[in-house]
């Protein structure tokens, strides 16, 4: 199976951000690398629905969304993550406050994606709807609640970097379904949130003859106009 890549000339990112000093800085950025006629970067209100861009234009269609959620439900949360650590210097977080905290952290933030995500507008206007996690607990409460509502076209994956560990999870409500190589592609220890394989794979045992009859039967159809 080969690989297929998307120019990127041909991928038009529709970003949100929920503060004002972020947003002008990212409009900085894709004007001062030309990218204004290809990237667009919504001001989203911060108490509103999280895909506010996709529900506002209603007739788009997008291929996938891409979510780095905030980790934490509080700074107190940050502070005794960070006591149980002994971080190098370039491990250190400078993330601004309103990117690492939201009201029940990363774990609610994500279920209310996946929520919104099944709203009828969207659950067909997106083939793939995509988070990262930060925490294994949160990842089990995700393929939970997917199970739950009957989402069995789901995938998981690991990013490791160093010492770092992160989850990733992906689900579709469309009927293509991704290989297994890709859709259970993280470690024997999470085996049990795995979805289903989307593959199967047989042995059949053959004789001379039954080759021999399947290479003529091949010629014969080769014929068929």
Known sequence: MGKAFIPISRISPLAAEISETSHVTALQNVLQNNLQNQIEIELVDHAGPILQPMLRDVGRKFAFTMCNPPFYASEA??????????????????GALHEMVTEGGEER???????????DDLRERCWWYT???GKLSTLSVLVNRL??????????????????R????AWSFGDVRLPDSLARSTSVIHRA???????MRHSLETSGLDLMRFILLRELLSTVQ
């Open 193 to 199: 949130l795995f979805p289903q394989p989307n593959e």
């Open 77 to 94: 949360e940050i502070e005794e993550n960070a006591s149980g650590k002994v971080r190098e210097p370039n491990s250190v977080c400078t």
């Open 166 to 169: 992160r989850w990733v999870v």
């Open 109 to 119: 933030f994500v279920l209310r994606i996946l929520e919104e995500s099944a709203m």
């Open 147 to 164: 199970r739950e509502s009957k989402v069995d076209n789901y995938a998981l994956t690991e990013l490791v970097q160093g010492q770092t």
């Open 131 to 133: 988070s990262m996690a």
